[in-house]
């Protein structure tokens, strides 16, 4: 459950100047905005992983397994790593030593194979198909994996995922937190209670349990978990913004809205939710970085992405199996990548709050 | 202490047979996922019945040292009696082997007779019980099946007279199969098939599970479910004591010296946790808190020297061979395979493009480059349906295509699959081809999914993964619902028929879980039943094989190697393909 | 304050109807087919059919439920379907060490939390706040499995201060041997949110008119800062503490299947796997039980920090 909390209550002010004020206050507050600059190029980056300008490639296999980074080259564990030549060759001995009749293995014939005509002809036409033998580096900037492939790009294809999920999973559940909670305290009644009987119900059902029950229902993969995490954490911003709306609704800006004929949803999201807005943006950036922590877990207990694609949760899945071995990179790199981003993205949450705090002056 | 009481626990003691095993010794062993429980008849998983078996007494076992694995008796005096026409075993119970202490018995010593046998054979009939092993008893007894229905779905009827299971006098007991059946002993050596005492389990009757009481060396003693089992040294146990001569191998000359002459079991107390994560399950072995466990995956490759020319031979890394660690290594009676819903109108049917498309997956699955990267080398491709150590095996057969992507991609184009626009093969009938290969969730399924979706790129068709638990998974397959699925099969007991069955029509949609259905193939199987094991019935296999090999039902995985690690004080391990553990024959010397 | 606990509890009664309808449609639904786990090797219809009769599985769903509803009111939940012990001794034996790991972190965690809050909020603005501050950012920015992976390998097995794992009977050989890995890593992946957060609620009382007439009336600085900031903070304070208690329960499972602790988050995901629907009812319905029982104590709780507090 992303760990959240409410911000001071904040009194009525025309959104604009309270934007503007706070992105005034941002500008001047040296760490808020260093921070700002490292997640903004961290979207950068993943916008430009996701439109495919860097790291497309990561999926292939371009050194050998487990190469280590060029720097520590020298003391990096080497490990045999064995290849698919090495199995086949062992498997051919055994089976011609085990030819009783000395005369080699035996098997289906051509004349019981009711492809035959067609597998010679196969192997004729076979020559279209055969690429060249790849050569693969003997080390890499951040060293290689299991299949060999560049950690590097992994890492990069793997930020966009991560922030790709989180950020979605983010909005997700603002959205459904935000809707439910307006119409919970704008209307009150029997929908408030009907809401805060959904909301008390999940609540009380361990997230651990939903989440399983979940992603058994509609398979694996980002849309997977960008919905289980939105269906485990809208509680949060369900409970602020009833009270909010609580409180704004007997306001005076809204009377006068409702004097000049507005109805219920332009009350509700054109005068209001302006004037909460600062305390979404909180709340939002707090559960990003509540999520991108999340989708590590996930993906641990085997509810992440799939093989085509690449988280930071998905590559600190291999870390248990990699340093058992002494393959460190890997887990360092992501662990650092992610440190960075959580932590630029925290001290933000911790400006923005306050920066757009109406009551500081 | 006075001296009555004094006098009353050495009374105690001379009644008691001579007990060798010494309560502090205490072996420290894990599973690596959590039991179900320890009712012979209720329980099927591989960590269960590496309890049960140390509980119960089958009627006859395998010899410790003898390879290829041998059957000797163990309660009995003597391997049964056979008729000439293979129906009727007749076995000869020791007299003087007693059940451990149990309220039940109401504090008498309660004698292992045939009787109890043939309850606990019956049992696995029972309908009410719904025994996981019922498939090997079902319809096998003279007289069986019509118990069975007049049980209907209540309780089995276990006083009636069955034909097939007759208990001669108290120590005798006789079997009448329906069938030929000249391999049906190895069944009985099963875990699943020792003796439980009648009393115990009716007074247990809500709770068998919990309550395993047996003629064995161990008693359960305690039970966290799914945490921690302890096994304590049956003070009753018949006394039994090591007696062989090694040959060669310096294995068994290394157990013949650390056991000869003794009473078995040595150790008292055996602590098993039950550990699922790789990495506490290793370090817990490296820290000495475990005495034996095998080599995870990760670990293999620090653990292990493996000599490139041939993966299988290895030796223990300097580090760990100083410290007195023993290496013991076997190939498991199991094979892996991925199969085909034969079913399927996609990649289901007989017909001839159907076959290509199957055998150019077949052909595209880099088998030897997954062993090397997933197994780190401790395995080997898998050939021929009956894995080694199993009655059947043909070493000589190669069964599995040759890796080829290329020849196989232009095996597809010559049936039709042809490359569309978007880079992807359509069907032959030009509508879009899509296949969904089912798997489980763990860090190791994700490995191999990996080297899928490579097979699945080159052949430039589409593939999407079907994740799920194992029963969701299967309760789909039962319906008809997957196209493909990976399984291991491990061998209930040594006989090919254990594997050869997997193809048998008549078993599609139970454990023929490609539904193939192949009228040449249930021929000859149904010959296979009524030999025994010999040239004439590995003629019948052979066929058989090849008819798989052309069809394509499967494409053929790999068979692992298992590599234990003992601590240095570990007397008297030997692994056996078997038995699931060698807990009675070891002794601990610190 | 009687009537309005009565009521409080008289208002769990359909919020624990939702759990338990939200509970049996997921399961029901996607829960998985147990028969088919039961059944091993044998796949046969009628033995699936015949292990489906045996658990109740082919009454119908209203049937269910009404069984589930008596369960609920008997607190019997009669026994695990896969390995057929009793429930009750089931959750018995996994709730102590479950109580023993998640109290001892929380207890451990609080008080170093509360404690170097409030030393870096009385410093506010300090270089003391904006180090602590930092490292707590950076430190929780960490995945929790990485500081499980990395502490059992280095601290335990390259150090060979604590266990690798284990678990034992008595009390005192966890406290002492196998307790104090899991709860370091346990304190220290909660300690920095907390601190984090806890200062943030000072910083916010410093604040307040209250404390600056309290200096104009000449108290001394510990005194405001424990009579009165410490006090008016501890709302806030008490209720992520209370509403943290029941997910502790469960988000100790990573900590568990690492240590080998034999604790509830371990059991529930074991239930699961192995579509064991005794078990997850039960577990649920107890962690439901608690999640509203602790918010009632939460709220009374807030009466007896601060009587001003009206309660509805």
Same mark, same amino acid.
């Given at each position: 459950?992303?760990?959240?909390?409410?911000?001071?209550?904040?009194?009525?002010?025309?959104?604009?100047?309270?934007?503007?004020?706070?992105?005034? %206050?941002?500008?001047?507050d %040296?760490?808020?905005?260093?921070?700002?600059?490292?997640?903004?190029?961290?979207?950068?980056?993943?916008?430009a992983?996701?439109?495919?300008?860097?790291?497309?490639h990561?999926?292939?296999?371009?050194?050998?397994?487990?190469?280590?980074?060029?720097?520590?080259?020298?003391?990096?564990?080497?490990?045999?790593?064995?290849?698919?030549?090495?199995?086949?060759?062992?498997?051919?001995?055994?089976?011609?030593?085990?030819?009783?009749?000395?005369?080699?293995?035996?098997?289906?014939?051509a004349?019981?194979?009711?492809?035959?005509?067609?597998?010679?002809?196969?192997?004729?036409q076979?020559?279209?198909?055969?690429?060249?033998?790849? #050569?693969?580096?003997?080390?890499?900037?951040?060293?290689?994996?299991?299949?060999?492939?560049?950690?590097?790009?992994?890492?990069?294809?793997g930020?966009? #995922?991560?922030?790709?999920?989180?950020?979605?999973?983010?909005?997700?559940?603002?959205?459904?937190?935000?809707?439910?909670?307006?119409?919970?305290?704008?209307?009150?009644?029997?929908?408030?209670?009907?809401?805060?009987?959904?909301?008390?119900?999940? #609540?009380?059902?361990?997230?651990?349990?939903?989440?399983?029950?979940?992603?058994?229902?509609?398979?694996?993969?980002?849309?997977?978990?960008?919905?289980?995490?939105a269906?485990?954490?809208? #509680?949060?911003?369900?409970?602020?913004?009833?009270?909010?709306?609580?409180?704004?609704?007997?306001r005076?800006?809204?009377?006068a809205?409702?004097?000049?004929?507005?109805?219920?949803?332009?009350?509700?999201?054109?005068?209001?939710?302006p004037?909460?807005?600062?305390?979404?943006?909180?709340?939002?950036?707090?559960?990003?970085?509540?999520?991108?922590?999340?989708?590590?877990?996930?993906?641990?207990?085997?509810?992440?992405?799939?093989?085509?694609?690449?988280?930071?949760?998905?590559?600190?899945?291999e870390?248990?199996?990699?340093?058992?071995?002494?393959?460190?990179?890997q887990?360092?790199?992501?662990?650092?990548?992610?440190?960075?981003?959580?932590?630029?993205?925290?001290?933000?949450s911790?400006?923005?709050?306050?920066?757009?705090?109406?009551?500081?002056? | 202490?006075?001296?009555?009481?004094?006098?009353?626990?050495?009374?105690?003691?001379?009644?008691?047979?001579?007990?060798?095993?010494?309560?502090?010794k205490?072996?420290?062993?894990?599973?690596?996922?959590?039991?179900?429980?320890?009712?012979?008849?209720?329980?099927?998983?591989?960590?269960?019945?590496?309890?049960?078996?140390?509980?119960?007494?089958?009627?006859?076992?395998?010899?410790?040292?003898?390879?290829? =694995?041998?059957l000797?008796?163990?309660?009995?005096?003597?391997?049964?009696?056979?008729?000439?026409?293979?129906?009727?075993?007749?076995?000869?119970?020791?007299?003087?082997?007693?059940?451990?202490?149990?309220?039940?018995?109401?504090?008498?010593?309660?004698?292992?007779?045939?009787?109890?046998?043939?309850?606990?054979?019956?049992?696995?009939?029972?309908?009410?019980?719904?025994?996981?092993?019922?498939?090997?008893?079902?319809?096998?007894?003279?007289?069986?099946?019509?118990?069975?229905?007049?049980?209907?779905?209540?309780?089995?009827?276990?006083?009636?007279?069955?034909?097939?299971?007759?208990?001669?006098?108290?120590?005798?007991?006789?079997?009448?199969?329906?069938?030929?059946?000249?391999?049906?002993?190895?069944?009985?050596?099963?875990?699943?098939?020792?003796?439980?005492?009648?009393?115990?389990?009716?007074?247990?009757?809500?709770?068998t599970?919990?309550?395993?009481?047996?003629?064995?060396?161990?008693?359960?003693?305690?039970?966290?479910?799914g945490?921690?089992?302890?096994?304590?040294?049956?003070?009753?146990?018949?006394?039994?004591?090591?007696?062989?001569?090694?040959?060669?191998?310096?294995?068994?000359?290394?157990?013949?010296?650390?056991?000869?002459?003794?009473?078995?079991?040595?150790?008292?107390?055996?602590?098993?946790?039950?550990?699922?994560?790789?990495?506490?399950?290793?370090?817990s072995?490296?820290?000495?808190?475990?005495?034996?466990?095998?080599?995870?995956?990760?670990?293999?490759?620090?653990?292990?020297?493996?000599?490139?020319?041939?993966?299988?031979?290895?030796?223990?890394?300097?580090?760990?061979?100083?410290?007195?660690?023993?290496?013991?290594?076997?190939?498991l009676?199991?094979?892996?395979?991925?199969?085909?819903?034969?079913?399927?109108?996609?990649?289901?049917?007989?017909?001839?493009?159907?076959?290509?498309?199957?055998?150019?997956?077949?052909?595209?699955?880099?088998?030897?480059? =997954?062993?090397?990267g997933?197994?780190?080398?401790?395995a080997?491709?898998?050939?021929?349906?009956v894995?080694?150590?199993?009655?059947?095996?043909?070493?000589?057969?190669?069964?599995?295509?040759?890796?080829?992507?290329?020849?196989?991609?232009?095996?597809?184009?010559?049936?039709?699959?042809?490359?569309?626009?978007?880079?992807?093969?359509?069907?032959?009938?030009?509508?879009?081809?899509?296949?969904?290969l089912?798997?489980?969730?763990?860090?190791?399924?994700?490995?191999?999914?990996?080297?899928?979706?490579?097979?699945?790129?080159?052949?430039?068709?589409?593939?999407?993964?079907?994740?799920?638990?194992?029963?969701?998974?299967?309760?789909?397959?039962?319906?008809?619902?997957l196209?493909?699925?990976?399984?291991?099969?491990?061998?209930?007991?040594?006989?090919?028929?254990?594997?050869?069955?997997?193809?048998?029509?008549?078993?599609?949609?139970?454990?023929?879980?490609?539904?193939?259905?192949?009228?040449?193939?249930?021929?000859?199987?149904?010959?296979?039943?009524?030999?025994?094991h010999g040239?004439?019935?590995?003629?019948?296999?052979?066929?058989?094989?090849k008819?798989?090999?052309?069809?394509?039902?499967?494409?053929?995985?790999?068979?692992?190697?298992?590599?234990?690690?003992?601590?240095?004080?570990?007397?008297?391990?030997?692994?056996?393909?078997?038995?699931?553990?060698?807990?009675?024959?070891?002794?601990?010397?610190? | 304050?009687?009537?309005?606990?009565?009521?409080?509890?008289? &208002?769990m009664?359909?919020?624990?109807?939702g759990?338990?309808?939200?509970?049996?449609?997921?399961?029901?639904?996607?829960?998985?087919?147990?028969?088919?786990i039961?059944?091993?090797?044998?796949?046969?219809?009628?033995?699936?059919?015949?292990?489906?009769?045996?658990?109740?599985?082919?009454?119908?769903?209203? &049937? &269910?439920?009404?069984?589930?509803?008596?369960?609920?009111?008997?607190l019997?939940?009669?026994?695990?379907?896969?390995?057929? &012990?009793?429930?009750?001794? !089931?959750?018995?034996?996994?709730?102590?060490?479950?109580l023993?790991?998640?109290?001892?972190i929380?207890?451990?965690?609080?008080?170093?939390?509360?404690?170097?809050?409030?030393?870096?909020?009385? !410093?506010h603005?300090?270089?003391?706040?904006?180090?602590?501050?930092?490292?707590?950012?950076?430190?929780?920015?960490?995945?929790?499995?990485?500081?499980?992976?990395?502490?059992q390998?280095w601290?335990?097995?390259?150090?060979?201060?604590?266990?690798?794992?284990?678990?034992?009977?008595?009390?005192?050989?966890?406290?002492? @041997?196998?307790?104090?890995?899991?709860?370091?890593?346990?304190?220290?992946?909660g300690?920095?949110?907390?601190?984090?957060?806890?200062?943030?609620?000072?910083?916010?009382?410093?604040?307040?008119?209250?404390?600056?007439?309290?200096?104009?009336?000449?108290?001394?600085?510990?005194?405001?800062?424990?009579? @009165?900031?410490?006090r008016?903070?501890?709302?806030?304070?008490?209720?992520?503490?209370?509403?943290?208690?029941?997910?502790?329960m469960?988000?100790?499972?990573?900590?568990?299947?690492?240590f080998?602790?034999?604790?509830?988050?371990?059991?529930?995901?074991?239930?699961?796997?192995?579509?064991?629907?005794?078990?997850?009812?039960?577990?649920?319905?107890?962690?439901?039980?608690?999640?509203?029982?602790?918010?009632?104590?939460?709220?009374?709780?807030?009466?007896?920090?601060?009587?001003?507090?009206?309660?509805?």
């Amino acid at each position: 459950m992303p760990h959240t909390s409410a911000p001071p209550p904040a009194a009525p002010h025309h959104h604009n100047s309270l934007t503007r004020i706070g992105w005034r %206050r941002l500008r001047r507050d %040296r760490i808020g905005f260093a921070a700002l600059c490292i997640v903004g190029a961290y979207l950068l980056l993943a916008l430009a992983a996701w439109s495919g300008l860097v790291a497309s490639h990561w999926q292939d296999e371009v050194a050998h397994p487990y190469a280590p980074p060029t720097l520590f080259a020298g003391s990096a564990p080497h490990h045999l790593e064995l290849n698919a030549a090495d199995i086949d060759a062992a498997d051919r001995r055994a089976t011609s030593a085990a030819a009783l009749d000395g005369s080699g293995a035996t098997g289906l014939s051509a004349d019981e194979d009711p492809l035959a005509a067609d597998m010679a002809a196969a192997q004729q036409q076979a020559a279209q198909y055969r690429g060249a033998e790849q #050569t693969r580096a003997d080390s890499l900037p951040l060293g290689a994996d299991q299949r060999g492939r560049d950690v590097l790009q992994k890492l990069l294809q793997g930020s966009a #995922t991560s922030l790709q999920v989180g950020i979605a999973g983010a909005l997700l559940a603002l959205g459904i937190g935000t809707v439910l909670g307006a119409l919970s305290g704008y209307f009150g009644g029997l929908l408030d209670d009907l809401l805060m009987w959904g909301y008390s119900v999940f #609540t009380s059902v361990p997230d651990m349990l939903l989440l399983l029950a979940f992603a058994a229902v509609s398979g694996r993969g980002i849309g997977t978990v960008v919905l289980v995490m939105a269906f485990t954490s809208w #509680t949060g911003t369900f409970r602020l913004m009833r009270a909010e709306f609580i409180k704004h609704k007997g306001r005076e800006y809204v009377r006068a809205a409702d004097a000049i004929g507005a109805g219920h949803a332009r009350r509700m999201f054109h005068h209001i939710l302006p004037n909460v807005s600062h305390l979404l943006l909180v709340q939002f950036s707090m559960l990003t970085v509540a999520l991108i922590k999340y989708e590590a877990i996930l993906s641990f207990l085997g509810f992440g992405v799939g093989v085509t694609q690449v988280s930071w949760g998905a590559m600190l899945a291999e870390a248990p199996a990699e340093l058992l071995q002494g393959y460190w990179w890997q887990m360092l790199a992501v662990t650092l990548c992610m440190s960075l981003l959580v932590t630029a993205f925290s001290l933000l949450s911790d400006s923005l709050r306050d920066a757009l705090d109406p009551k500081v002056k | 202490m006075k001296p009555h009481a004094l006098l009353a626990v050495l009374a105690a003691l001379l009644l008691l047979p001579a007990q060798a095993a010494d309560m502090n010794k205490v072996l420290r062993v894990a599973l690596n996922a959590p039991e179900t429980g320890f009712d012979p008849a209720k329980v099927s998983d591989l960590y269960s019945s590496t309890v049960t078996e140390n509980i119960f007494d089958p009627l006859v076992t395998y010899d410790y040292l003898a390879r290829p =694995a041998k059957l000797i008796p163990n309660t009995v005096n003597a391997l049964p009696a056979i008729s000439a026409d293979g129906k009727v075993y007749t076995f000869r119970l020791k007299p003087g082997i007693h059940f451990a202490a149990d309220p039940a018995f109401k504090g008498k010593r309660r004698e292992l007779t045939a009787a109890d046998y043939a309850y606990s054979i019956k049992r696995h009939l029972d309908p009410a019980i719904h025994s996981p092993w019922s498939f090997l008893v079902d319809g096998r007894f003279v007289g069986g099946n019509e118990l069975v229905k007049a049980a209907g779905k209540g309780a089995l009827n276990y006083d009636a007279p069955l034909e097939g299971i007759r208990v001669l006098d108290k120590y005798t007991l006789q079997l009448t199969l329906t069938e030929t059946n000249f391999n049906f002993l190895p069944i009985l050596a099963m875990p699943a098939f020792g003796a439980v005492a009648r009393e115990v389990i009716e007074a247990n009757r809500d709770n068998t599970n919990a309550h395993p009481v047996g003629t064995g060396p161990y008693l359960l003693k305690e039970w966290k479910p799914g945490s921690r089992i302890v096994l304590e040294a049956n003070p009753g146990f018949r006394k039994l004591v090591f007696n062989a001569t090694p040959g060669n191998d310096p294995v068994d000359k290394a157990v013949v010296q650390a056991l000869q002459g003794k009473t078995l079991p040595q150790v008292g107390r055996i602590e098993i946790s039950v550990i699922e994560e790789e990495q506490p399950l290793w370090l817990s072995f490296l820290n000495r808190q475990l005495d034996i466990s095998g080599i995870p995956q990760v670990a293999l490759q620090s653990a292990l020297v493996i000599d490139p020319k041939n993966p299988l031979k290895v030796r223990l890394t300097d580090q760990y061979a100083r410290q007195g660690i023993q290496l013991q290594r076997q190939l498991l009676p199991e094979i892996t395979f991925h199969f085909f819903n034969m079913q399927d109108p996609v990649v289901g049917g007989d017909s001839k493009d159907r076959i290509a498309l199957r055998r150019a997956i077949a052909m595209s699955f880099p088998v030897s480059e =997954a062993i090397a990267g997933i197994r780190r080398g401790q395995a080997v491709p898998m050939n021929y349906i009956v894995p080694a150590g199993v009655a059947g095996h043909n070493p000589a057969f190669r069964g599995a295509p040759k890796y080829d992507p290329a020849a196989a991609n232009a095996l597809l184009d010559r049936f039709g699959y042809r490359i569309g626009s978007d880079g992807y093969r359509t069907r032959p009938d030009g509508k879009p081809l899509s296949i969904e290969l089912a798997c489980g969730t763990s860090s190791t399924d994700k490995q191999w999914n990996e080297y899928w979706q490579k097979t699945f790129d080159t052949l430039k068709i589409r593939l999407s993964f079907r994740q799920g638990k194992w029963n969701e998974l299967s309760k789909a397959n039962h319906q008809g619902k997957l196209q493909m699925w990976g399984m291991a099969w491990g061998a209930d007991y040594p006989d090919g028929e254990n594997f050869m069955q997997l193809l048998y029509g008549r078993n599609a949609g139970d454990s023929n879980a490609a539904d193939f259905k192949n009228a040449d193939y249930d021929r000859l199987f149904e010959a296979s039943l009524k030999l025994p094991h010999g040239p004439a019935r590995n003629q019948l296999y052979d066929a058989m094989n090849k008819i798989a090999v052309a069809q394509q039902p499967w494409i053929f995985g790999d068979i692992r190697m298992r590599s234990t690690l003992a601590h240095r004080h570990v007397k008297g391990l030997k692994l056996h393909p078997l038995l699931g553990t060698s807990w009675r024959y070891l002794d601990l010397q610190k | 304050m009687l009537a309005y606990i009565v009521r409080r509890v008289w &208002q769990m009664v359909p919020t624990l109807f939702g759990v338990m309808l939200l509970l049996f449609v997921l399961f029901n639904w996607v829960g998985g087919d147990p028969s088919y786990i039961l059944a091993g090797k044998n796949l046969s219809a009628e033995a699936l059919a015949g292990i489906r009769q045996q658990l109740g599985l082919d009454l119908p769903l209203p &049937q &269910q439920f009404l069984i589930f509803v008596k369960q609920v009111l008997t607190l019997d939940f009669g026994t695990s379907w896969s390995t057929q &012990q009793p429930v009750s001794a !089931l959750l018995h034996s996994r709730i102590g060490p479950s109580l023993l790991l998640t109290g001892s972190i929380l207890l451990l965690g609080t008080v170093l939390a509360i404690g170097i809050a409030a030393l870096v909020a009385y !410093l506010h603005g300090s270089l003391t706040d904006r180090l602590v501050t930092l490292i707590a950012t950076c430190a929780m920015s960490v995945s929790a499995l990485v500081y499980i992976i990395a502490g059992q390998y280095w601290l335990a097995f390259k150090c060979g201060w604590f266990p690798i794992m284990g678990w034992s009977d008595s009390t005192l050989d966890n406290l002492l @041997h196998y307790l104090p890995l899991p709860l370091l890593l346990g304190v220290i992946v909660g300690l920095a949110p907390d601190i984090r957060f806890y200062r943030s609620c000072f910083v916010e009382e410093l604040g307040h008119d209250y404390v600056r007439t309290a200096r104009a009336k000449g108290l001394s600085e510990p005194v405001i800062m424990l009579k @009165h900031v410490l006090r008016n903070a501890m709302i806030p304070v008490v209720t992520s503490l209370m509403m943290s208690l029941p997910y502790l329960m469960m988000g100790a499972m990573l900590l568990e299947t690492f240590f080998g602790i034999p604790g509830m988050g371990k059991e529930v995901v074991m239930a699961v796997e192995r579509s064991d629907f005794p078990v997850i009812k039960a577990i649920t319905i107890y962690i439901a039980l608690a999640t509203m029982l602790f918010n009632l104590l939460t709220d009374i709780v807030y009466k007896l920090i601060d009587p001003r507090v009206q309660l509805h």
